[in-house]
């Protein structure tokens, strides 16, 4: 598998190693089980109940080997599957790899500190962390540029003379290619102009105390001397 189709799951991935078959539910077991299709939000509530010391509220660093401890402490609550799936997915989070980056030790059912966090683990989120950042900012800066090209396409089709086909002819495009991107690009700077604050100019050059234009420099105050040769002083006597 190549690095850019690999998932999100950190090298650092300290899932716990597999639990044994989980044993036949018990009927004295006051733990409710959870069905084998389970999604991660009915296992996450579940541990939550069972285990708040350590699913209750941020992410913790897990204790190694922490789904072989899930399965001893509630028998037949989980199934492999299910309870896989969930760590896999917490695991892989961005709160579970900022806790990882921050915490000096890993924690157990109880939440309480077992094992140190190595270094080796601390750094590899640390770098998936920066990897995800540099996709993040690598697609919104592609995103704002398509905006940008939108943007320029609407403004030249509203400003040209050519007839329709022409103007495809022009950019390179059909008119099925056309019309969808022209809808889009009035639609975002329509959502533009509604995020402005209520009153604000809509050409933020042109903002400023209404009845005089920001461009132009506040003229300073005159002195009130002679105004110089040849122009005569026009104050009222």
């Known amino acids: 598998m190549s690095p850019e189709n690999a998932p999100e799951t950190p090298a650092v991935d300290d899932v716990p190693d597999a ?7 018990d009927a004295a077991t006051p733990a409710q089980s959870v069905a084998a299709d389970a999604g991660p939000a009915a296992v996450a509530k579940q541990l939550r109940t069972l285990f708040p010391g350590l699913f209750a509220g941020p ?3 897990l204790k190694l080997r922490i789904q072989s401890d899930i399965q001893q402490r ?24 900022l806790a990882l980056t921050r915490a ?19 750094q590899a989120a640390v770098e998936e962390l920066a990897r995800r950042r540099g996709n993040r900012e690598a697609r919104e800066a592609a995103e704002e540029d398509q905006r ?3 943007a320029t396409l609407l403004r030249d089709f509203e400003s040209t003379r050519l007839t329709e086909a022409n103007f495809c002819a022009l950019k390179g495009l059909t008119p099925e290619q056309l019309q969808p991107l022209l809808a889009q690009a009035r639609q975002e700077l329509q959502d533009r102009r509604q995020a402005l604050p209520s009153g604000e ?3 933020p050059r042109r903002a400023g105390p ?21 122009r005569p002083d026009r104050r009222p006597r």
């Open 19 to 25: 639990a044994p078959p989980p044993a036949e539910p």
């Open 104 to 122: 000096k030790h890993r924690f157990d059912l109880d939440g309480a500190p077992a094992g140190e966090l190595s270094e080796e683990h601390r």
């Open 148 to 150: 940008r090209q939108r």
């Open 201 to 203: 100019a809509r050409d």
């Open 59 to 61: 992410p913790k660093p």
């Open 210 to 230: 209404p009845g005089r234009r920001p461009d132009r420099p506040e003229r300073p105050d005159r002195p009130n001397g002679p105004r110089g040769p040849g």
């Open 74 to 97: 509630a028998p037949g609550t989980f199934t492999k599957q299910a309870l896989s799936g969930f760590l896999r997915r917490l695991t892989g989070s961005h709160g579970y790899l």
